[in-house]
C-alpha cells in the first residue's frame, strides 16, 4: 500500500532534549510538507522541501530544523529551542497538486 | 498576505443538509482545497476548486465564486460519521503550498 508514514504516534519531550519525528513516504511524491496543529487553529508550515537535499523555511520554522538526504523521508528535529512544542505534528507530500497527509505526530512535554 | 475564515463549530441534524463557508483574502489566488479531519487523525482531500461554480462529489459539493472570494462546502444527507472538522485552504499561483483557515468542527446530532 501506497501512503504517508509517521512515527512514532505518541512522543514525549524532557525539558532540553532533542526528538526527531519521523515521516516516509513511499508515493514517489517530490514535495514533502510538516504542518503544527494547536487546538483550535489551522495548521501552520514548518518546513517544506520541493527536492531532495532542499528545504524552505514555512510561517513557524524557529526551533525546529530538517533534512531531506532521501526522496522518500523528510524528518522533523523539535529542539530544546522550541519553547512550546506541544501539538499535532503532521506531514504530508503532494501528488497531482493534492497534499496527502500522514496519521500525525502527537507531541507532549514532560 | 493571506487571510482565510470559516465558522469555528456548526451543528446539524442527521439527513439534513448543512453548508459550511469559507471566505479567503489570498494574494495570486489559485485554487481552493476542503479536507475533513476526524478528531486526532489526518485531514483526508476532499475537493479543490480552481473555477468558479459547483463541483458535486456524491454527498458532498464544493463551490467557488473567486470574484467574490468565497467558497462553500455542502454536506447533504448528514451522516453521524460526518462529525468532523472541515478545513479550507488556498494555494497561490506558481506554489503548492497550502494556507489553511482554523477549521470548523461540525457537529451532527440525532
Known amino acids: 500500500d501506497g501512503g504517508i508514514t509517521q512515527s512514532p504516534k505518541y512522543l514525549f519531550r524532557k525539558e532540553g532534549q532533542n526528538v526527531t519525528l519521523s515521516c516516509e513516504q513511499n508515493l514517489n511524491h517530490d514535495a514533502m510538507y510538516w504542518y503544527r496543529q494547536d487546538p483550535g487553529q489551522g495548521l501552520r508550515l514548518i518546513y517544506y522541501?520541493?527536492?531532495?537535499?532542499?528545504?524552505q523555511k514555512g510561517d513557524i520554522a524557529e526551533g525546529y530544523s530538517v533534512s531531506r538526504e532521501k526522496k522518500e523521508s523528510f524528518p522533523l528535529t523539535v529542539t530544546s529551542a522550541q519553547k512550546n512544542p506541544t501539538a499535532f505534528y503532521l506531514c504530508?507530500?503532494?501528488?497531482?497538486?493534492?497534499?496527502?497527509f500522514g496519521a500525525g505526530t502527537r507531541l507532549s512535554v514532560l | 498576505g493571506q487571510n482565510i475564515d470559516q465558522p469555528t463549530e456548526m451543528t446539524a441534524t442527521e439527513g439534513a443538509i448543512v453548508q459550511i463557508n469559507c471566505t479567503y483574502q489570498?494574494?495570486?489566488?489559485?485554487?481552493l482545497f476542503w479536507y475533513q479531519q476526524h478528531a486526532g487523525e489526518a485531514p483526508t482531500f476532499l475537493s479543490y476548486n480552481v473555477l468558479d461554480g459547483l463541483e458535486e462529489k456524491g454527498r458532498f459539493s464544493s463551490f467557488l465564486s473567486r470574484s467574490k472570494g468565497y467558497s462553500y462546502l455542502l454536506l447533504k444527507e448528514l451522516q453521524m460519521k460526518d462529525s468532523a472538522s472541515y478545513l479550507c485552504a488556498a494555494t497561490r499561483a506558481g506554489s503548492y503550498q497550502l494556507t489553511f483557515g482554523k477549521g470548523t468542527k461540525l457537529s451532527v446530532i440525532p
Open positions: 489570498t494574494s495570486g489566488f489559485n485554487g
Open positions: 504530508a507530500s503532494i501528488g497531482g497538486h493534492i497534499q496527502y
Open positions: 522541501s520541493q527536492i531532495v537535499n532542499d528545504f
